[in-house]
C-alpha cells in the first residue's frame, strides 16, 4: 500500500467519531405568519401565507447560522376586504411597491438541534418593511424532527418605525411567523 495514503483511514475515522456535522442550505415554503395590531380601540387580527425561507444551517452549531425569511405582506388577510385593501394601500404597508417584508438574519445565539427537543434562542438581524430597514432582536424557537427544523418566533415592532401609518393604527403591532426548514 502507498505509505502516503496510509492516513487516510484513520483521517476518515477521526472525522466520523468526531461527529463533525456539515452545514446545509435549508428551504421552507408555505409557511404563515400572524398578527395582532389595534385601530383605535378595536383589535385587528389577521394572516399572511406563502412565507419562505433559506438558511445555511448546521445542526450542531447554531450560531453559524445565517439566513432570510420573507413574508409576502401582499397576502394580508383580515377577515374584512376594505380593511385588507387598506392596509396593503400606498399610506399603510404599500404592497403595490412593497409586496414583502424580510428578514436577514445576521447573527443567532449559540447552541444545537438535537431530534425531538425544542430549543429557545435569539436571533438578530434586519427587518425591512416597506422599503425601510432596522435592526430587530427576537426569540426563536426550533425543533429538530425527522430532518426537518419547525421555526416559529413572536416579536413586536412599532410599524411608525418603518413608515407604516394606518388611520387610528397602534404604535405596536405583535407577529408570529411559523414555517417548517427541510434540507435542500
Same mark, same amino acid.
Given at each position: 500500500?502507498?505509505?502516503?495514503?496510509?492516513?487516510?483511514?484513520?483521517?476518515?475515522?477521526?472525522?466520523?467519531?468526531?461527529?463533525? $456535522?456539515?452545514?446545509?442550505?435549508?428551504?421552507?415554503?408555505?409557511?404563515?405568519?400572524?398578527?395582532?395590531?389595534?385601530?383605535?380601540?378595536?383589535?385587528?387580527?389577521?394572516?399572511?401565507?406563502?412565507?419562505? $425561507?433559506?438558511?445555511?444551517?448546521?445542526?450542531? +452549531?447554531?450560531?453559524?447560522?445565517?439566513?432570510?425569511?420573507?413574508?409576502?405582506?401582499?397576502?394580508?388577510?383580515?377577515?374584512?376586504?376594505?380593511?385588507?385593501?387598506?392596509?396593503?394601500?400606498?399610506? $399603510?404597508?404599500?404592497?403595490?411597491?412593497?409586496?414583502?417584508?424580510?428578514?436577514?438574519?445576521?447573527?443567532?445565539?449559540?447552541?444545537?438541534?438535537?431530534?425531538?427537543?425544542?430549543?429557545?434562542?435569539?436571533?438578530?438581524?434586519?427587518?425591512?418593511?416597506?422599503?425601510?430597514?432596522?435592526?430587530?432582536?427576537?426569540?426563536?424557537? $426550533?425543533?429538530?424532527?425527522?430532518?426537518?427544523?419547525?421555526?416559529?418566533?413572536?416579536?413586536?415592532?412599532?410599524?411608525?418605525?418603518?413608515?407604516?401609518?394606518?388611520?387610528?393604527?397602534? +404604535?405596536?403591532?405583535?407577529?408570529?411567523?411559523?414555517?417548517?426548514?427541510?434540507?435542500?
Amino acid at each position: 500500500m502507498n505509505k502516503y495514503l496510509l492516513p487516510l483511514p484513520a483521517l476518515v475515522l477521526a472525522t466520523t467519531l468526531s461527529g463533525a $456535522a456539515q452545514a446545509a442550505t435549508y428551504r421552507a415554503a408555505d409557511g404563515t405568519a400572524t398578527f395582532n395590531y389595534r385601530v383605535t380601540v378595536v383589535p385587528v387580527t389577521g394572516t399572511m401565507t406563502g412565507v419562505t $425561507a433559506n438558511v445555511t444551517l448546521d445542526p450542531q +452549531d447554531l450560531a453559524a447560522t445565517k439566513g432570510t425569511v420573507t413574508v409576502p405582506v401582499s397576502t394580508l388577510k383580515t377577515g374584512i376586504t376594505l380593511r385588507d385593501n387598506h392596509a396593503k394601500g400606498a399610506g $399603510a404597508l404599500g404592497t403595490a411597491q412593497f409586496p414583502n417584508a424580510t428578514f436577514e438574519l445576521t447573527s443567532l445565539t449559540g447552541g444545537k438541534l438535537t431530534e425531538g427537543q425544542t430549543v429557545a434562542t435569539t436571533a438578530t438581524g434586519k427587518l425591512t418593511v416597506k422599503g425601510t430597514t432596522k435592526t430587530i432582536t427576537a426569540p426563536i424557537k $426550533a425543533t429538530l424532527s425527522g430532518g426537518k427544523v419547525n421555526v416559529s418566533t413572536q416579536f413586536k415592532f412599532n410599524p411608525y418605525d418603518f413608515n407604516v401609518r394606518y388611520q387610528g393604527g397602534a +404604535d405596536s403591532v405583535t407577529v408570529d411567523v411559523t414555517f417548517v426548514l427541510a434540507a435542500n
